[in-house]
């Protein structure tokens, strides 16, 4: 309430002061003097109405005053006005100006007849004080004469001057102009002019008033230039020189260079025309004055090529513009005409992202009976027979398709009479070569033209697969399908009905058999590859589609078959995912994993072949997420699948080691197998816990699950070393639907020794004495392992370690290290085989023996020896002329690999001569040194016995081989 009624008080107090300021009256009073009363008459008004010339006078109306009586003048409201003054020089005078002292000294108000002043007052008491304003008009005699000279030159080569008191004087080379006044009139005009002798090579500056050309007058060449103060005395005029500048025009030339990197075409201009696109173009400037040149870059891809960008270097590392079309400004060219500066720019085109078939749903016809836009057929067919055949052989009909249109195919019968055969419908992306009238001769054929546009197709990916719909009517002739034929190739006109010959540019097939359908089936094949995937991804890729309505060539007329929709597949989900060796269970994309994550041991592959897997962690949720991207990726965005995997909390001071496990079950090791270890920091002593997570004896169906085995109380000692000797009782492992044998074994002997390697990884042995069941159980835990194996038949091995390994019991080891007297020649290694070692192992068992050896591998290979030598990895197939451990006709002995095929186990060896040999086999004598069987000529040894009958191959006993003796026992 008391703020509403001072706001009402504010109000009627602001009301009130307004209306006090409404009344209020201000005073002003004028007055004009002349300088003499014969030379002019003055007049000043309030008014802004002129008089006439006749009332320049000194009488004074209402408001209206001349010299200095007057009236007062009075303005409601207003401190301001606005005077007008008016001056009239007589004959003989002139009018200088309006000044505000009556010594009329200092510049004028003003030098127009006519002034207008703004004029303010303070005073506003009352009419007998009013504000007061005096002005003065000066007059003079006009009877002075005024003089002045100008004159002009030429600064700098390229141009001539002109000066006139007139306008339009032409007459160039002039360079002096005079001007007398008589009417007062100081300012005088003249009229310079300028101009440029060659304008192609020259050009005007400006006009300036220093021959240094420091104070600029005019850009302009004609220019009319004004002297405000001039001499009254004719024998010595005022003198004014101007100087025009002419200057040579500097040219800037350039030169700039596109090229085409990969598949497209270019063009560069100094105009913003597009011209011919070249593979190579190139356009040359001459600017004048700017040395920044505009040049117009346009790109354009061929059918194959994507345009990524302009660059400025060849390795294409800096980029200017990912557009097509761009402006190129030079900004830094040369004045040489001679030399000019040179700039390369590069258009990058790749591949395309041709992940598609075009026109894959034959929605795009060239006629009706001709598809075209990248599927071709007899109409465009090639070869000697085409010219007769294309009238005879079926075309393409445009049909109805399961949306938009299809494509029919149809076989019939192509002839004169009873002369020539069926000819199957066909369609193809490459061309077809018609040869032959017999269909099945190998000169009608399909196959990719790779020089000629729309009868090749290229594409970016490797697929996994292709589908494609059809409908199917069976015709005459025997029982048959129709017939797809998909062939991914290299840069090669690739053939279908495929060539032995040709098959090295093969990267992959498939073929697909298509059934009777009256509705449309959807078809689908899987793609089989023969190349690597990096390999293949390196090249350009072909691929040549093939349909016909009958596999066999000729073999059937009145086929229909109606195709739509051809596409290739782009596989993009996970085939397997492995933690720690185990599988990862998804139910709807998702998985639940007992363990904390670790990237080290995720294992993950796709079923795309070329698809791509990207993995992120967050480390809040511990939920790992996959994503599985299929190749296509970039043309198909929505072509991926995510999985999630929760993973546990982290324990603290917690480790887990995943480790292969050997297990030696009453001397016969079985393995490896992959197991988890736990072991859990307890203190800051370094004591720890043990824990070996479900034990088994084997693996799959026929394992025998322990449990876990625990050891308390670990101490590390300083070097990582750990170790345990105590009685202990297995608890049951983690799954409850397992009968887990160690708990009902109660107290049992365990003696467990260890070396911790690194945060991951650890070296342990354990001895589990198990004798209440008639067992001794030897485990190793975290180490390389590599099997001895020796054949209980044959005797004799081989076998390489990256380890030192102590020869076991029952065996000996032999190294060869040269040849004397036609043999090979063994020597025995004693106590232990030194790591990278190729040997040879004899021992008689009665049994086969696969001898696990252990160890730290080290870093290196096999000895690269002349005769044996080591894997660590298996071969799949052995290198030709070699010599391969085997036994051939019951005996055993190094035999020459003659085939591809052959495949060898890893820490195996084979042989290997320093030179090539005719040598066809090595065979072990009794006297422990490999003796030969030399080959004849032909490839064959002639064998005989004793008494010199010949055999078909080696017997027991002494056999004479190509003329030596041979001991076979």
Not at 272 to 285: I, K, L, P, R, V
Not at 534 to 540: G, Q
Not at 868 to 875: D, E, P, Q, R, V
Request: hydrophobic share 35%; aromatic share 12%.
């Amino acid at each position: 309430m008391c703020r509403l009624l001072g706001l009402i008080m504010a109000m009627v107090a602001f009301g009130s002061t307004s209306a006090y300021a409404a009344q209020r009256t201000f005073y002003f009073q004028a007055s004009a003097t002349a300088s003499a009363e014969d030379a002019g008459s003055v007049y000043v008004s309030f008014a802004s109405s002129a008089p006439g010339e006749s009332n320049y006078a000194s009488t004074m109306t209402t408001d209206v005053f001349s010299k200095k009586a007057g009236n007062v003048f009075s303005t409601p409201s207003n401190t301001s006005t606005t005077l007008y003054l008016y001056a009239n020089a007589k004959d003989g005078y002139r009018f200088v100006g309006w000044f505000n002292n009556s010594e009329m000294t200092g510049n004028p108000l003003s030098t127009s007849l006519t002034y207008k002043p703004s004029v303010t007052s303070k005073n506003y008491s009352n009419a007998s004080s009013p504000a007061i304003f005096e002005y003065y008009a000066k007059f003079v005699e006009a009877s002075v004469s005024y003089n002045s000279t100008v004159t002009a030159s030429c600064v700098g080569e390229g141009g001539t001057v002109a000066v006139s008191a007139t306008s339009g004087n032409e007459d160039f080379g002039a360079e002096k102009s005079d001007s007398k006044l008589n009417d007062m009139e100081t300012a005088h005009t003249y009229y310079l002019q300028a101009k440029v002798v060659d304008a192609d090579a020259f050009r005007f500056v400006g006009w300036y008033s220093d021959e240094a050309c420091q104070t600029l007058l005019s850009k302009n060449a004609n220019y009319t230039y004004k002297v405000a103060a001039t001499s009254t005395d004719e024998a010595a005029p005022t003198q004014f020189h101007a100087y025009a500048k002419f200057e040579r025009i500097p040219y800037y030339y350039s030169v700039v260079n596109a090229s085409a990197l990969g598949q497209g075409k270019v063009n560069v201009s100094t105009t913003d025309a597009a011209g011919d696109y070249q593979t190579n173009s190139s356009a040359n400037q001459k600017v004048a004055d700017k040395a920044a040149h505009t040049y117009y870059l346009k790109a354009q891809a061929n059918v194959e090529g994507e345009f990524e960008g302009w660059y400025t270097d060849e390795a294409c590392t800096n980029k200017l513009t990912d557009a097509p079309s761009y402006t190129y400004n030079v900004t830094s060219t040369s004045q040489d005409e001679a030399a000019k500066t040179t700039f390369n720019v590069y258009a990058k085109f790749s591949t395309r992202d041709m992940y598609q078939v075009r026109n894959a749903g034959f929605e795009k016809w060239a006629a009706d009976n001709e598809v075209g836009f990248g599927w071709n057929s007899f109409q465009s067919a090639t070869g000697d027979m085409a010219d007769t055949g294309k009238g005879m052989s079926p075309n393409p009909e445009r049909v109805d398709g399961r949306t938009g249109n299809a494509v029919k195919l149809t076989s019939k019968f192509a002839g004169v009479l009873f002369i020539g055969a069926n000819a199957n419908g066909n369609l193809t992306t490459g061309t077809v070569n018609m040869g032959s009238m017999t269909p099945t001769d190998a000169s009608n054929h399909n196959y990719t033209d790779t020089e000629t546009k729309g009868h090749y197709l290229i594409i970016a990916g490797q697929p996994d697969g292709v589908e494609f719909y059809s409908k199917y009517k069976m015709g005459d002739g025997t029982a048959h399908t129709g017939h797809a034929q998909f062939i991914i190739h290299d840069k090669y006109n690739y053939r279908d009905p495929e060539v032995d010959d040709e098959q090295e540019h093969k990267i992959g097939s498939v073929g697909v058999n298509i059934e009777e359908s009256t509705e449309w089936v959807r078809n689908y094949g899987e793609f089989s590859y023969g190349w690597e995937k990096d390999a293949a991804a390196a090249i350009t890729k072909y691929l040549l589609i093939n349909f016909t309505t009958n596999v066999t060539p000729g073999g059937s007329k009145n086929d229909e078959l109606i195709l739509d929709d051809v596409r290739l597949i782009y596989n993009s989900e996970l085939a397997s995912a492995k933690f720690g060796g185990e599988d990862l269970i998804f139910t709807d994309g998702a998985a639940v994993c007992e363990d904390p994550y670790d990237e080290k041991i995720l294992e993950l592959t796709s079923n795309g072949r070329a698809a791509t897997i990207v993995t992120s962690y967050d480390e809040d949720t511990y939920i790992l997420t996959i994503t599985v991207k299929g190749e296509n990726i970039s043309s198909e965005p929505d072509n991926y699948h995510t999985y999630t995997v929760q993973f546990a909390e982290p324990v603290p001071g917690q480790f887990i080691f995943r480790e292969n496990l050997y297990v030696t079950v009453n001397g016969k090791t079985v393995g490896p197998q992959k197991t988890k270890v736990l072991v859990t920091v307890i203190n800051e002593d370094s004591d720890f816990n043990f824990t070996l997570k479900n034990f088994s004896l084997g693996e799959g169906e026929n394992a025998a699950p322990v449990g876990n085995i625990n050891v308390t109380g670990l101490s590390l000692n300083d070097d990582g070393s750990f170790a345990f000797n105590d009685n202990i009782t297995i608890e049951p492992g983690d799954d409850d639907n397992k009968t887990w044998l160690g708990p009902t074994l109660g107290q049992i002997p365990l003696v467990l020794t260890g070396q911790l390697i690194s945060e991951d990884h650890m070296l342990v042995n354990i001895d589990i004495d198990m004798r209440i069941i008639g067992q001794i159980i030897g485990v190793k835990l975290g180490y390389d392992a590599a099997k001895l194996a020796i054949n209980a038949a044959a005797k004799y091995g081989t076998f390489c370690a990256p380890f030192d390994v102590e020869i076991p019991v029952g065996v000996t080891a032999y190294t060869i290290d040269g040849v004397e007297g036609g043999a090979l020649n063994m020597n025995e290694v004693n106590g232990t085989i030194p790591a990278h070692t190729p040997v040879i192992v004899y021992g008689e068992f009665e049994d086969n023996q696969n001898l696990y050896q252990f160890g730290v591998a080290t870093e290196g290979d096999p000895a690269a020896g002349d005769y044996l030598k080591g894997t660590y990895t298996a071969i799949a197939s052995v290198p030709q002329n070699v010599y391969l451990l085997q036994k051939q006709d019951e005996k055993v002995g190094f035999y020459k690999v003659a085939s591809d095929g052959l495949k060898l186990a890893a820490n195996r060896c084979y042989l290997t001569t320093p030179e090539a040999s005719p040598v066809k086999a090595f065979f072990f004598d009794e006297e422990t040194a490999v003796k030969t069987i030399d080959a004849l000529t032909n490839g064959k040894a002639e064998i005989f016995d004793i008494n010199g009958r010949k055999l078909q191959k080696l017997q027991k006993g002494i056999n004479i081989v190509n003329g030596k003796k041979v001991l076979v026992k």
